[in-house]
Structure formats: C-alpha cells, structure tokens
C-alpha cells in the first residue's frame, strides 16, 4: 500500500491559502483514494551504470549519449548513474476515464491523488537505491527525468529501451513520447563519492533556488 | 510443411532464456538482441545446441523483439536468419526430431484505446513477422511473455490469419495473478480457447515456486495442452548485474511438482541456462503424463473478468438498446457515445453482469458505431459484452475488436443464420446465444423448441463448435395473445437444463407486452424461469421489481451465501408503499424550495438522509442528488421553470464560477457544482414545453493528435454545457482534417484545441494553420499544460484560456453573451 500524502493531493486539486475542503469533498477524496489503493500495481525497475563526462555538457553511460548542460550540472562528481522506471500500472488511467464519463469531479480527484501516489513510490524506490549506494559510502542526487531543463525528451526513449521497461514492469512511450500507464515516472540518479545535501522531498520543495544541482 | 508437434499427447521440453545466454556472451544492456542474427550467428547458434544438447524438444528463434517498429529496414534478413540459425544448429546437434518455434514478443506499445497502437495495426505488425518466419521454416508459433490480453489476441489473430502452423501462446502474471492489464487464467484461458490457440500458458514474471498457484487456476480452466516456463527465481541485482535466486537443481525440483500438477510442456525463462533445462528434464521426464481434460465450462469474458454460466443466474443489462428510446436514438444518431456509455454503468452500478450492446438503427452504420461503442465500452467498465446485432458485418467487427470473450446475440435455426454466424464464432470465440426458431417460426411446443436446439448443436459442431458455446433462448412471447406461451416457455427452459445439460437465456419482461402493471407478471415469471433452470435473464437492473425477484431467488434457493448480498441491499430499507411516497410527499414543498438563501428547507432527504437546501444552496456546494430533488419538490410546488433557472441556477453557477476565479474555491468543488447544477437541468428540461428546441452555439473541443490525455478538455466541456454551449466532443488524439471537416458540417465558429505535451503542440499549430486556411472565420481557443499566452500567439491561436472557466469567458465574447 501506498500512502497518499493528503496535503500534496489538495495541493493538486489547486487548494491554496489555507483554504481545505468541506466534509462532502473530503469524503469524496476519500472515497477515490480507496479505489486507487484497491486499483494500483506499483512496479519499477533500476539499472546501474558507470558513467562518463565527456565534456561539460555531453554524458554518456549505458550506450546512450546526452547533450545537456543541466543534466551535467546535477550529475557533477558522479562517476556512476542508476536508471530508473516507476509505475503505477494501467489502473488509475481506467479510473479516471471511467470518472470522466460518470462524474468528472472524480476524475480529477483521481488525477490529483495518483499524481500524489506516483511522487511516494518513486521516492520509496529512490530510498532504497539511497540506501544501497551509502552501504558502499556512496551519495545520490536528486532524481532528473528526461524533459527538465535542456534535457532533451527524446531520451525517454533511450531510457525506457535500455530498462527494457515494457516488458519488465509495463511502461510503454506513445510516438509523441507520452508515458503509458500515465502514472509513471523515468529519471537519471548519480552516484558519487561527494556528498550533496538535498531536500527529501525534492527541488520543488527545496529553498534553496540558487543551488547548482537544481532541476 | 506443417509437422505434427505431439504437444497433449506426450511432455514435451521448452529451452530455457535466450537474453540471459547471449548477455553472458557479450550482449550489452539496451542492444537488441535480434541484430546478433547477422552479427553473431555463430553465437545465437551455440546457444540454441547448448539448449537442444540439454534435452529440449521445442526452442524459440531469436526473435523475441523482431517487428517493424524495432527494425523498420532490417525485418526480412533478421527474422529469416533467425530461423535458418536454428533449422542448422537443430542439424548440427543431431536433433532433427525437435521442433523449432517462431518467437514472437510483445510490441513494446500499449494498444489503443490506453495506449496509441491500433488494434489492427498490433496484428499487422505480427502478421509480418508470421509470413516472414514461416516462410523460412519454422514448425510453430510460439507468443510469449503477453501481459496483455488485447495485444495477445492481435498476435494470435495474426499468426492464425497468415499461416497454418499451431499456435502456442504462454503469458505474464504477477504475484497477484494479474497481467498488467487485469486478464487472470481463467478471463484469458476463455479468450485464448476461442481463438483456438493449441496450446497456452505462463512464461517470465516470476520463478516456479510463485507461478504454483497460476498453473493451478490454468490446469483447471484449459481444456488445451498448459505450457510453464518460469524464471530461475526472482531477479537480484549485485554490482549492477541482474540475476536470478535460484539455482538449477532447486529449479528442476519445483518444475517436478509443476510436473506432477498436471503441466503438459515445462521448460525455462529468464535466468535459465541449459543445466536448468538438463536438471528439469532428468527429474520431470518418467513422472506420469496425463492428457488435457476438456472442461464443459460455459465462460464470457471481458480483459479482465470472467463470468462462468450456471450457478447463480447472470443478470445481463439490457439498456444499451434503441427500441423504443428516443433519446438514446437521438443519442445515436448524433454519435453521442458517451450517453451510451452511462447508460452502460448505470446497469453496472445496479448488478449487471454482462453488458448487452444493441445500436442497429436504420440511418446510422451500424459496423462503424458498435465498433466504436464496443471500444468505448471496454476502456470504462470491466464487465463482459453481448454483442446484440443482426448484421453479419457489425457483428464480426465487434468480435474482431472486443478485449475478451463475448456474448453473441445471436443466431438461430435458419440456415441463412446458422451459416453466417457460425464461422465468425470458431474464428473468433464466444458463447452464441441460440434462438429456438427456424425457417418454420417460432414452435409453439417445447418439443418443436428442444428440435431447432438439436439442430443447432448439430450445425454448430459441424462448424467445430462445442456445445458450452451455445446457449438457447427459449422465447418468452406476450402471455396476453397466448395464455399457454410462459408455460411452454418454462417447459423448454426446463428441458435445456435437464434433457441437454446446457444454459438457457431470456428477454424476459416480453412476456407481460399489453397488460396493466407490468412489473408483477415480471416479477413472477422472472422467479418461475429461474426455478425452471434459467441461466442467463436480459432484464433492465434498474428495475426495483425485477432485482427484488432475483435477489429472493439467490436467497431462497441458497445462492447468496448467509443471505449476505440480500441483506446489504435491503437492511434499513422500507417496503415500497412507504418509500414511494417521497414524490408525493407535499411536506418541504414550494417553500423549502422557493426561498433564495440559506437552506431553509428542513425535509429529510431520503436518498442520503440529509436535510434538502434550496436549489441554488445544493448547486453551490455541489450536492447533485439534492439539487435534482430540490428542482423537482420547487417545480411540483408550481414554480415555473424559467423562474428557477434564472432565479437560483445561473446565479449559482455565476456565483461558483466568481469564487473558482478569486481562488477561494477550487477545481473539484467547480465541477462538483457543474454536475449539481446539470442534475438540476435534467429535470427542469422536463417540465420545459420547448424541450430540446432551444438553440445552442455549437463549440468545437478536441485534443489534438498525438495527444492521448483529455481530462482538461472534459472539463472544458462539462463547464461549457453547463453555460448552454452545443459541444461538439471530437475526442482525444484527433488529426487536423477531422476536425476541419466538423467545423465546416457543422458550421461551428469556435474552436478549443488542448495540447499537454510540447511534442504535439506542432499539430495544434498545424490544426490552426489549416482551420484559418479553409474556414477563415473560424475562432480558435488553445489550451493545456504546456500552453500559455505567448506560445498561444506564436501558433496562430485566437485566445489562451488558463482553465475551464476562461473557455466559458471566450466562448461568451465570441458569441457576444459577455455581459
């Protein structure tokens, strides 16, 4: 089971300001949130790489060459690299076409709350892999996906081959390079020997805007 | 030249991973492993007689990934060599006896309607590769690793359409007995079968000690041979190396007792090498081998459910059906499939268990629309279908493109019936529902019925149909012109049951057409078919007095296990005569409903036991079932209809829109409001004289192509029709044409185009381009996650609306209602 962080999905669903739910909402939250937990398949799959710089924007590890000067900042002082692929299965994708047919109020509940559910898996799965390098004395970074920054999107598709993620835990890219189960996550996460603190919850939460490994 | 394969009649040996082989030998990670047929044939080689050396009798090319989307130049050379590394290496080991087998994985894609790969596009892809690999020499097509059922019905369709070689086909479960889109054993062991696959299975996932418990439910709904091939445990990982748990001789240990359950051909996945084949083979080759048991089960299936006939009675809904509905006519011929969809799960919601999907009408293209219903159907409800037509050709489109094992409605004993329906039944699979009627009529004695179901069950095998594919509808006509028709039709249900061991199924509520108080005759011979052994009832489950029979029949004939369900459904309900006078109920009246503020209105609200507000409280705070019954309790009091429109539902809505816009109330409750107040309208448009007649702006909405999410154009929509636009939904992943040719029919001024990633925002543009080229004074409206207002104006958009309620802000200065 996953837990699904209340305040993240009210954030979703645009609450701001202090501004909460009434109790006919909240239930219905709560309500969709059931159905989610009854209707996810949580998978994922990491592979480990070592890594080269070849210059201050160009990487390479796994056969795959990016050019991306925001992926070499965050990968700065790694020598290796694990990929990595989350999903939370085809189960809310049907909800929430169900929910738009029927109530679409629930569809963005839906929306919002396996939204939630995607960022506590992955971050489950980025834990273990923290947890794994520092047995060795080994520091992640924080996890970048294909897309942020200038890194290019086309990636994705380098990534989802190389995981072989369709078959190992369903993760398919449509020819616009659109994630299906819609619920999923691809990222890039550096090891190195140096130390970087960062907030757990990720550089959207993060104050300090300044920061160099910032995605 | 087809070889026999003696799969069922003696245990027969699978190799074990090729991925895991060529690896050790130098694959990298990412590489396809196919190209290594002309780069390394010398290697794909050795593995293969390590494989046959180890003992096995069928091994797979190397072409698990080949098709046309992996190797757009290649195909040709790299399936053909695969099969030619085989057929030598077969020689070189001095094992012509084994079988070499056509591998064919997944596409790597979703299908549509999840995903963006047609279905007949998915059997084309396959079909290439069938041509191309039989061509060279293979003996069997083997299908593996499917952990879809859609993607696994167009591959076998494929390799049945473009060769004649058997067919096997082994798929991918998890720990919960699932594929990743929701078929179990027994949802895909029907499908499968009525496909007339050779021979089916498990492969990959998992090792052999958690596969246990899915051979077992697969031993016991096949009726065809069952292959196992696990993996060596489950995959660890150790300096970025994956790896399997399991070793070969604990391997071979749990492929005895996968032996002993019953498995017909074991043999190895990912992780095994050929010392695991060796050790299973040398434990699992003298155990005793026993032939495939056919199972007599009658089984529907969706893609991920499977409703077994017999037991408890199926309910099958009988709503999505034209005759003598006109709005659902009217909903048809506007292609309005998403009333046709509500009126799908309403019966789900009320206990349906199969789905009845009738939309012949005159006017409309009946293969085109049950297709598209059909498909629409399946990416919102999990129940099974019943496919309801008279047309050959709708028919087989449907079967051809439903996601599961279907339902056929239906054939009968006419020799025209017989010979078009039959065919499409062994091709595709589904139980066809038999009517008892011939070029004679409909008999008027049991015995006349009982003989056309003779002569289908005769026809129907001659065709290769068995007769758990058939199921009889004894016909209930009018009891009103022929006071013996229930009795005869009691008798034949009675004696489809006892004399011919087999399920019977019934329209049941014609059997009350002209006479007063339908309900009652219902009610009863409802209770009296099933007692005769009915097996399946096409009733509406909507109705009270129908679900009130079928739930005392559960209870009474110890079908509802402690009376649970009947108990959950009625504790704490009253007896009808009480209940029903809510409507009528005069307490709460025009007052409660006429006020205009606070809620005044103090009635007890019986659906949610709540106190009812007046209309324009219930709007506001998104409570549609109140705001429904508020409408009707103020427009029985006399209130006109207009009045309560203007009076209390648009200053509502204006009101919710106001708070959505300042931030101090949020999307969900916006929507939940646009659901009240459309709650409202439903029955306010009832007591409206012009209804229907009022004119509506048409709005075009559409996601554009490539673009396979459309929750924010929904949302769009449901705020549009809730401020009175026409909206004219084209859907999702839509080509500029088609929406160009929509504006010009239905000559539709405003536009709203949605775009969510920037990769498809090139044809939001292009649909723009050509909207102003050939319909210039059409008026654009982009939005989406990716838009925002300079970007708008970069492609050529009209307008940017941040959300839902900008859209309605345009549509107003487009159409001039700004006020």
């Known amino acids: ?215 | 030249m087809r070889r026999d394969i003696p799969i069922g009649r003696k245990r027969l040996f699978f190799d074990g991973a090729s991925g895991t082989m060529l690896q050790e030998m130098g694959l990298a990670a990412g590489e396809f492993p196919e190209t290594w047929n002309l780069i390394h044939p010398e290697r794909v080689a050795s593995m293969h007689r390590a494989y046959l050396e180890a003992g096995c009798d069928i091994f797979n090319t190397n072409t698990f990934g080949a098709n046309r989307l992996k190797y757009p130049d290649q195909l040709e050379e790299i399936v053909t060599s695969a099969v030619q590394i085989a057929d030598r290496a077969r020689k070189d080991a001095d094992r012509e006896d084994a079988f070499i087998a056509l591998d064919i994985g997944p596409t790597g894609k979703l299908l549509e309607p999840m995903g963006d790969l047609p279905f007949e596009r998915a059997v084309e892809l396959f079909g290439e590769v069938v041509r191309i690999g039989s061509r060279a020499g293979a003996d069997l097509v083997l299908i593996e690793t499917m952990a879809d059922s859609y993607e696994a019905k167009a591959a076998v369709l494929a390799a049945k359409e473009n060769c004649s070689l058997p067919v096997f086909i082994t798929l991918t479960f998890d720990e919960t007995g699932k594929m990743l889109t929701g078929g179990t054993p027994e949802s895909v062991t029907a499908m499968l079968e009525g496909l007339g696959v050779d021979a089916l299975g498990v492969n990959c996932g998992m090792g052999p000690k958690q596969m246990i418990p899915i051979v077992k439910r697969f031993l016991t709904a096949a009726s065809v041979p069952v292959i196992v091939n696990p993996n060596a445990g489950l995959p660890r990982s150790r300096n970025g190396h994956t790896y399997y748990d399991i070793t070969p001789d604990e391997f071979a240990q749990y492929m005895q007792e996968i032996t002993r359950l019953g498995a017909h051909a074991v043999g190895g996945c990912c992780g095994t090498t050929p010392e695991h084949i060796r050790r299973e083979i040398s434990l699992c080759r003298d155990l005793p081998f026993h032939e495939p048991v056919r199972k007599d089960r009658s089984v529907v299936t969706s893609f991920s459910k499977a409703v077994e006939l017999g037991g408890k009675p199926a309910i099958i809904g009988e709503r999505i059906n034209p005759t003598g509905k006109k709005k659902f006519k009217e909903a048809l011929k506007n292609n309005d499939i998403d009333y046709i969809l509500t009126e799908g799960l309403r019966q789900e919601d009320a206990g349906a268990d199969i789905l009845d999907v009738n939309v012949g009408l005159p006017e409309i293209c009946e293969p085109d629309l049950i297709d598209a219903v059909v498909k629409r159907l399946q990416s919102v409800t999990a129940l099974p279908l019943q496919i309801d037509t008279s047309d050959p050709e709708a028919m087989e489109r449907a079967m051809r493109h439903y996601n599961g094992k279907p339902m056929i409605n239906s054939v009968n004993g006419k020799e025209e019936s017989m010979r078009a329906v039959f065919p499409l039944v062994k091709k595709y699979g589904g139980v066809v529902v038999g009517l008892l009627l011939d070029e004679n009529g409909i008999p008027e004695t049991a015995d006349g019925r009982i003989a056309v179901a003779k002569k289908l069950i005769r026809t129907a095998a001659e065709y290769g149909i068995e007769k758990k594919d058939l199921v009889f509808d004894a016909l209930a006509l009018t009891v009103s012109s022929d006071q013996q028709s229930a009795v005869v039709t009691l008798e034949t249900l009675r004696r489809i049951r006892d004399e011919l061991g087999m399920h019977s199924i019934l329209g049941v509520s014609n059997i009350s057409f002209g006479l007063p108080r339908r309900e009652l005759i219902n009610g009863t011979f409802f209770t009296m078919a099933m007692q005769s052994g009915l097996s399946c009832a096409i009733i509406n489950p909507n109705n009270e007095a129908m679900m009130n029979a079928y739930r005392s029949f559960l209870v009474l004939s110890g079908l509802d296990q402690r009376c649970e369900s009947y108990i959950r459904t009625y504790s704490g309900t009253k007896a009808p005569s009480s209940s029903a006078s809510v409507l009528n109920n005069p307490a709460g009246g025009s007052g409660a409903a006429g006020g205009t503020g606070a809620s005044n209105g103090t009635r007890t609200d019986v659906t949610s036991g709540g106190p009812v507000g007046t209309l324009r409280d219930c709007i506001e705070r998104g409570m549609d079932k109140k705001a429904a019954e508020a409408a009707r309790t103020a427009l029985e009091g006399g209130q006109p209809p207009l009045d309560l429109v203007n009076g209390q539902l648009i200053p509502a809505l204006d009101r919710v829109g106001q708070e959505f816009e300042k931030g101090t109330l949020f999307l969900p409750q916006l929507l939940m409001s646009a659901e009240a107040a459309k709650a409202a309208f439903e029955v306010v448009k009832q007591y409206m004289k012009d209804d229907g007649s009022e004119k509506k702006e048409p709005v075009i909405l559409a996601t554009v192509k490539g673009d396979i999410h459309d929750i924010g154009k929904n949302i769009v929509k449901v705020l549009l029709e809730n401020y009175g636009y026409g909206v004219i939904d084209l859907g999702r992943d839509v080509p500029p044409e088609v929406i160009l040719e929509a504006a010009k029919k239905n000559n539709v001024r405003l536009v709203g185009l949605s775009a969510l990633m920037t990769t498809t925002v090139v044809n939001m543009e292009e649909t723009i381009r050509l909207l102003k080229k050939e319909k210039p004074d059409t008026v654009t409206v982009v939005g989406g996650a990716v838009m925002n207002p300079e970007y708008a104006e970069q492609i050529g958009a009209d307008f940017y609306a941040k959300d839902a309620m900008a859209t309605v802000h345009v549509a107003d200065t487009v159409f001039h209602h700004d006020s």
């Open chain 1, 1 to 215: 089971m996953i837990e699904i962080d209340q305040k993240e999905v009210l954030r979703y669903l645009g609450f701001r300001r202090g501004n909460g739910p009434d109790a006919l909402l909240m239930s219905e939250i709560e309500k969709c949130e059931r159905e989610l937990q009854d209707a996810v398949l949580p998978k994922s799959i990491v592979r480990r790489f070592p890594l080269e710089q070849i210059d201050e924007k160009t990487l390479r590890f796994a056969g795959i060459t990016i050019v991306s000067h925001s992926l070499s900042k965050n990968l700065a002082n790694c020598s290796e690299v694990y990929l990595f692929g989350a999903t939370l299965g085809v189960g809310p994708d049907r909800l929430i076409s169900r929910a738009q047919v029927v109530k679409m109020s629930d569809a963005v509940i839906y929306q919002a709350a396996s939204a939630a559910m995607i960022e506590t898996w992955c971050d489950t799965v980025n834990e273990k892999i923290r947890k794994e390098v520092s047995a060795e004395g080994l520091f992640t970074r924080p996890r970048y996906s294909p897309g942020y920054g200038d890194c290019p999107l086309e990636v994705q598709r380098d990534l989802i081959r190389v995981l072989d993620a369709p078959k190992q835990i369903g993760l398919t890219l449509t020819d616009s390079l659109l994630m299906m189960p819609s619920k999923s996550v691809t990222a890039v996460i550096g090891v190195s020997d140096v130390p970087v603190i960062c907030h757990p919850k990720g550089c959207e939460s993060c104050a300090k805007t300044d920061c160099e490994y910032r995605r």
